[in-house]
């Protein structure tokens, strides 16, 4: 009997859909799932007709694969990746190749790359992003590891993947993390996508008191701009659609307030926070999620505290505009933020990240996929080392002509008591790194006056400490 191309640990939703991705694409494959009862069910369902082989046991699903064998695992991150792989070891012969296609944490990838490859074998920690329908259809794959290794599974990770019209949505990312890095940074820029446009609903349905339908059209036209044509938008207008089938309501409006989080998004702001790099729009995201799951409280907090009872009287037709003017400002500042978290954990890691492709296989399959990643790859391309995206030509002027509206429409908000930390967060990383000279050098003296932590001086080199309680006397006069 043929001995099967690839193998797929996990038959959960993801697992299940790239599995008939990958045999769609030309390379039977063999499954194994922890309960056999699950492999049986996609065997006698999904499976049905196609070139699967269903594995009782670990060892059948081994000895099932053709050398050197290319094994998928698509369970839980964390210590479920760790027992996978330690039932696999001792079954394997050196050169196979272990994938980790789930969200796990970098570090935990570079740890299994060093243990795995000093056992003779490979390992690639592989971002997946697009969902159950990116899976079965075509998602955006991050691959980190050996670049040997990626090549040998390049023929069918370039089948599988979206297509777009400049190639596939894979790239080698990068040795050790790289990829799961990279994954978790694009989790941690739509953590901002989408708090922003969740605060473009609450302005629209709060100041101007647009319904369920009124909002399906104002997303429906936006998603047909150059600039905020993305999926994220897409589904957003598709939502406010949606009518409840037992209430006649929008089932939006039905939904609890409170959202949910699996980790990526705070990871990225705390590996932002080891590497110097401030995300603020990302960090308000993962914040306005833990203030959401404050349900109760926040119901109790809105008997007792008031806000303003300001009214809207000015155009609402302008200001729809203006508050799609100021979501592509903020959105820009967002993906600025994670592009710099990249620039700067390239360098430190050796990852030699390439931020124009990395865009480039963004631009399908994943959650993130948008039309401006479209210039967000050309401005990358022009200049690889480019310090900030607020910098490159078209972002900069962008912001320079819509900044008036991005500042009114924060005004309004904050006049009508409407809480917009990613908006607000995103303007201030604009202002804040546009300006020459900050407010910090107070800090430094503070430091300095309370832990003698010393400080530079901008008229002359080296560190300085001040005894601040002793006045000199031509000060004093």
Not at 26 to 49: C, H, I, L
Not at 104 to 121: H, K, M, N, P
Request: charged residues 20%.
């Amino acid at each position: 009997m043929a001995q099967q191309s690839f193998g797929l640990i996990g038959l959960a939703v993801m697992g299940e859909n790239l599995a008939l991705n990958v045999e769609r694409n030309g390379f039977p494959t063999t499954v194994y799932n922890r309960s056999y009862e699950k492999t049986e069910q996609f065997m006698a369902t999904r499976a049905q007709g196609r070139n699967f082989v269903g594995a009782k046991t670990i060892e059948e699903f081994v000895a099932s694969l053709e050398r050197p064998r290319r094994i998928l695992i698509m369970v839980k991150a964390g210590k479920p990746v760790d027992a996978v792989i330690d039932q696999l070891k001792p079954l394997l012969d050196p050169g196979d190749i272990i994938i980790d296609g789930g969200n796990s944490l970098y570090e935990d990838t570079e740890r299994r790359v060093q243990a795995l490859e000093a056992a003779g074998f490979r390992f690639i920690g592989m971002g997946v992003s697009g969902g159950e329908e990116g899976a079965l259809n075509g998602p955006s794959l991050m691959p980190g590891g050996t670049e040997a290794s990626y090549e040998y599974l390049a023929p069918i990770l370039t089948k599988i993947a979206a297509q777009v019209d400049d190639g596939p949505c894979v790239t080698y990312i990068g040795p050790g993390g790289a990829g799961h890095y990279v994954k978790m940074v694009h989790n941690g820029i739509e953590y901002g996508d989408m708090q922003l446009i969740a605060e473009a609903y609450d302005l629209l349905r709060s100041i101007l008191g647009l319904n369920a339908q009124q909002l399906h059209e104002v997303f429906s036209e936006w998603n047909t701009t150059d600039e905020l044509n993305s999926f994220l938008i897409e589904i957003t207008a598709d939502i406010f659609r949606y009518i409840d089938p037992d209430t006649q309501k929008p089932l939006v409006d039905l939904i609890l307030d409170s959202a949910g989080q699996k980790g990526t998004g705070r990871w990225t702001v705390v590996s932002a926070l080891e590497q110097g790099v401030p995300v603020p729009t990302i960090t308000a995201a993962v914040n306005a999620r833990i203030m959401s799951a404050y349900k109760a409280e926040r119901v109790a907090a809105s008997q007792q505290l008031t806000g303003p009872t300001a009214r809207f009287d000015g155009d609402a037709k302008a200001f729809v505009n203006k508050v799609r003017d100021a979501l592509y400002c903020s959105k820009i500042c967002s993906y600025a933020q994670g592009m710099a978290l990249l620039s700067k954990a390239s360098q430190d890691f050796n990852y030699n990240l390439n931020l124009s492709e990395i865009s480039r296989i963004w631009k399908g399959g994943c959650i993130i996929r948008a039309g401006f990643l479209n210039k967000i790859k050309s401005a990358f391309r022009e200049q690889p080392q480019l310090p900030n995206l607020l910098l490159a030509p078209e972002f900069k002027q962008t912001i320079l002509d819509r900044q008036q509206a991005w500042r009114e429409v924060l005004v309004t908000a904050n006049t009508m008591g409407i809480a917009v930390p990613a908006f607000s967060a995103s303007l201030d990383y604009f202002d804040s790194y546009r300006t020459a000279n900050l407010p910090q050098n107070l800090t430094q003296a503070q430091r300095d006056y309370f832990g003698a932590h010393t400080y530079e001086r901008i008229d002359k080199p080296g560190s300085f400490h001040t005894e601040w309680t002793e006045i000199p006397e031509v000060a004093a006069r």
